[in-house]
């Protein structure tokens, strides 16, 4: 048995764990809709998976994932005449290491200002698919909801945030240590 395709399988799936959430907020910001975020995200992860893209760009993958996620969001618009957003050029990202620590700190203030607005379900919710890194039918079963119920908590408090936090800075704020 060829080991190869085990571990490229495995690092597959560590990139999905470790990046879904975070690929989904990014799509969402192009398409408005958690589930055709969803759906681009899975799209994109079963076309790395399929055209063996894991081994051309192994020097640096989450950066070939989040332009490839931009990309197939911007082209889900094009084909369905979706409105543009305003700030579809801010997806030129930028990194953590581009921004003060005391930049950092105070839009830290600010998420967690805004997070506090949030109702209480979408404050769980949030938390549980961001910082616990729980799958939405985890959530569901946890809070006593539907799936559905979840994605709406979800796109709602993603939302909420995007009006006050650029999506390059939200990314940085919520993506895990």
């Known amino acids: 048995m060829n080991p190869k395709p085990i571990q490229t399988e495995k690092k597959l799936k560590e990139l999905m764990n470790k990046y879904y959430s975070q690929l989904c907020v990014v799509s969402v910001q192009y398409t408005d809709s958690l589930e055709i975020s969803e759906d681009i995200v899975q799209d994109v992860f079963v076309r790395f998976w399929e055209e063996n893209k894991l081994l051309s760009v192994e020097t640096n993958p989450k950066a070939y994932l989040f332009r490839s996620i931009r990309n197939a969001s911007i082209d889900y618009i094009r084909k369905n005449n979706y409105r543009v957003f305003t700030d579809i050029e801010e997806a030129n990202l930028i990194s953590e290491e581009e921004i003060s620590e005391e930049e950092l700190s105070l839009q830290y203030e600010r998420l967690y200002r805004m997070i506090g ?61």
Do not use: D, G, H
Not at 128 to 150: G, L, P, Q
């Open 117 to 177: 607005q949030l109702s209480q379900q979408e404050r769980a919710v949030l938390n549980a698919i961001v910082v616990e890194n729980k799958r939405y039918k985890e959530v569901a079963e946890e809070m006593n909801i539907s799936v559905n119920t979840v994605k709406t908590y979800f796109a709602r408090a993603l939302r909420t945030l995007r009006k006050e936090l650029p999506l390059s800075i939200l990314l940085i704020l919520l993506s895990p240590k």
